[in-house]
């Protein structure tokens, strides 16, 4: 079975990572194929909204940890990882029509970025969201984190990436990072990309460039500086040892270097 289901129906396309044995976790063939399809998905004149989803019981736990000591176990790796990643919700981010997230289950580190690059968020009672990358020695990607300041304010953001806490759908809601929960994320989420699909494409198209160009405006960061923290924190030992922990099911122990 492919890793990676679409479905088309009434104008709305519906992408369904397809995991579900594996709670969805994405691998980095998974990040560059789906950048792929939402960049086909903007070429499909048929489609005006998309809902993504997971298969199964969860949305995603994130990024697939076993295969890092083969393919990001340095900084080199790390930054080209971050590439595909970034690339990947840059193509659902920058799709010139409605993307829902449909969120059941968890939606952890990586299941993260694919939610916060969607327009909206609707998760149903199960869901569990969180950003687990200060128990893996892992710095958020720059793109991400602006998003989520965006949605969360900063002492918000600020919780969720230094706590890895987990929020439940209504405690996820109540500080914007969820717009809608629902008994059913799926069919609430294409029920609205189905009324949003009937509207102007131009006009969504139009709307969605200037609010995420300034939902984005990060000119006063220092990006060269923001890479080294990156680097720096993808070539340590703690980065290492969250792998370790992680793959022993033990609690992490972390020296800062």
């Not at 690059?117 to 009672?125: G, H, L």
Request: hydrophobic fraction near 50%; charged fraction near 20%.
């Amino acid at each position: 079975m492919p890793d990676i289901l679409i479905s088309r129906q009434d104008g709305v396309a519906l992408v369904s990572l397809n995991r579900p044995e594996l709670r969805n976790a994405v691998t980095l063939a998974m990040w560059r194929d789906l950048a792929s399809v939402f960049a086909d998905l903007g070429r499909d004149a048929d489609v005006r909204a998309v809902v993504l989803s997971g298969a199964g019981a969860d949305f995603s736990v994130g990024a697939d940890i076993s295969e890092f000591d083969r393919i990001r176990d340095n900084k080199q790796q790390s930054a080209d990882y971050e590439i595909a990643v970034d690339a990947c919700s840059a193509a659902i981010a920058d799709l010139a029509k409605p993307v829902i997230a449909a969120i059941s289950g968890y939606c952890l580190g990586g299941g993260c970025h694919l939610a916060l690059a969607c327009d909206f968020r609707f998760a149903s009672p199960t869901a569990l969201i969180g950003i687990p990358s200060a128990r893996l020695s892992i710095v958020y990607g720059v793109n991400s984190v602006q998003r989520l300041l965006a949605l969360v304010g900063i002492a918000n953001a600020k919780r969720l990436l230094y706590s890895a806490d987990r929020l439940t759908a209504a405690q996820a809601q109540a500080i914007g990072l969820v717009d809608e929960c629902s008994a059913d994320a799926v069919v609430a989420a294409v029920a609205y990309a189905t009324r949003l699909a009937a509207n102007a494409p131009l006009s969504i198209a139009g709307a969605k460039f200037i609010l995420n160009a300034l939902a984005m405006g990060n000119g006063a960061l220092d990006l060269a500086a923001a890479a080294r923290l990156i680097d720096q924190a993808s070539d340590s030992e703690d980065f290492r040892e969250g792998r370790r922990a992680f793959a022993e099911r033990r609690p992490p122990r972390f020296v800062g270097r």
